[in-house]
């Protein structure tokens, strides 16, 4: 009875040791995972990226040089007529409409406003006001070549009204234009206005206006 009681003793105590034998293993790893350092990148790795960036780097540099070089060799876009007097829907209704006592044009609206000087001296000094029509996107050759061969234009009341201009999308729906018979299908009209005469001659034809420019 001893004996067995000693035999089941060092059972117990032979399962206790492997016990605390595995749990020492267990602890010794999990420290072993926790303890292990971080490996730092070698001095190759680090110079090895820092070239790599400095590629990049310079790469994107110069992208954005050869693009401003290739966007600052662009031709500007050429603005029709302007170095001429440029007038809007407004503009040409004060020029040309008919005030309460039944005469047109109301030159004293431009007074006082530094904008229109030019625009009032023209007016102020020439007995004929010439107004040209035309669309900056589609300009007449013809008529821009006699245009410039007019030497003394900038002592006429020749003034330039862009049809295509986002001020004057409504010249032919205001009421107080309706007198000068626009015609919303040309893309070119010359209008004469004699103030003395008190009357208003329209040309829609591109030779009819030829015609007219050539007499200036």
């Known amino acids: 009875m001893a004996k067995a009681q000693t035999n089941t003793n060092n059972s117990k105590n032979k399962n206790k040791k492997n016990s605390n034998i595995s749990q020492k293993n267990a602890v ?3 420290s072993t995972v ?14 090895f990226y ?28 050429a603005v029709p007529y302007e170095d001429n007097i440029q ?11 008919e005030d309460e006592y039944g005469v047109y044009g109301n030159f004293s609206y431009f007074d006082g406003q530094d904008e229109y ?3 009032r001296a023209v007016l102020n000094s020439n007995d004929l006001v010439y107004v040209y029509f035309y669309r ?19 002592s006429m009341a020749f003034l ?11 010249v032919f729906t205001t009421a107080e234009l309706n007198h000068l018979n626009l015609d919303s299908t040309k893309d070119n009209m010359f209008l004469i206005f004699d103030i ?12 009819d206006i030829l015609i007219e420019l050539n007499k200036l």
């Open 160 to 170: 330039f009204f862009d049809l295509d201009g986002y001020s004057n999308t409504a």
């Open 196 to 207: 003395n005469a008190q009357t208003f001659q329209l040309e829609t034809r591109v030779s």
């Open 28 to 30: 010794s790893k999990k």
């Open 50 to 77: 820092r070239i790599g960036m400095l590629v990049i780097t310079t790469t994107l540099i110069v992208i954005a040089i050869v693009l401003v070089i290739q966007y600052s060799k662009k031709d500007p876009v």
């Open 117 to 119: 000087v030019d625009l």
């Open 87 to 97: 007038i809007t829907t407004n503009d040409l209704k004060y020029i040309t409409q």
């Open 34 to 47: 926790k303890t292990n350092p971080k490996r730092e990148p070698t001095k190759n790795e680090m110079m």
């Open 136 to 154: 900056s996107s589609d300009v007449n050759e013809d008529i821009g070549a006699v245009i410039e061969s007019l030497s003394n234009i900038d």
